[in-house]
């Protein structure tokens, strides 16, 4: 099965964790990343989880999972160690058009948690549409080994000049071919940076029908 591969705005969004031990705390995490409103239901939950609730980052209701406590969220991780009620929580989770990923179990998941490589916005996500976690992880090493740690940095950087460029250049090729040129470059923050230096050489030599 293909998989469509996809960056998700989840900032404010209902997501729902059906779980509350360690397999559930790294999900937990990728959500607390989006800034999605998190909603955890277990019995028990491990001492991170239950001090994530104390400090206002989720809320945490102890009971068991019951059906309809889906209801009205947009995603939902169902992260029980046991597959019943996993799966329990996929079916109505299908039901209710609500995406699902029972963790660790890929027959009843809509989506899964990729192995993911952070600098900042930037971010390379590495899937094996759930047949090796093990082989992503090692991937997302090697990448991780590879990518400078300012990539964060730099990107900041570039996106604030592209931001420059799109308001003084109009929609044109040339303004394609030199923002594809910057992202060739180091850019750097200050004003007399190099690209900075490119970017206005060429608003100069190329200035918008109607300015020369």
């Known amino acids: ?38 909603t955890v239901i277990a019995p028990e939950a491990s001492e991170r989880i239950q001090s994530l609730a104390a400090e206002g980052e989720l809320e945490y209701h102890q009971r068991p999972y019951a059906e309809g406590d889906l209801t009205g969220n947009f995603l939902v991780v169902a992260a029980t160690n046991v597959p019943a009620v996993n799966r329990a929580v996929f079916h109505e989770a299908t039901e209710k058009g609500i995406l699902c990923n029972a963790v660790d179990d890929p027959p009843f998941c809509d989506f899964y948690f990729p192995s993911v490589v952070r600098r900042g916005d930037l971010q390379i996500a590495i899937s094996t549409a759930g047949a090796s976690p093990a082989l992503a992880q090692k991937i997302r090493k090697d990448i991780n080994a590879q990518l400078p740690l300012d990539a964060g940095e730099w990107l900041a950087d570039l ?49 918008p029908e109607g300015k020369a």
């Open 1 to 38: 099965m293909s998989l469509f591969p996809i960056f998700l705005k989840l900032a404010a969004r209902p997501c729902i964790v059906i779980g509350a031990g360690h397999l559930a705390e790294s999900k937990i995490e990728s959500l607390q990343a989006a800034n999605a409103r998190i």
């Open 159 to 207: 996106g604030n000049l592209r931001r420059e460029v799109v308001a003084a250049e109009p929609l044109n090729e040339e303004r394609k071919w030199l923002l594809h040129q910057l992202a060739q470059r180091e850019v750097c923050g200050y004003d007399q940076c190099p690209s900075r230096l490119l970017a206005r050489e060429h608003a100069k030599t190329n200035p």
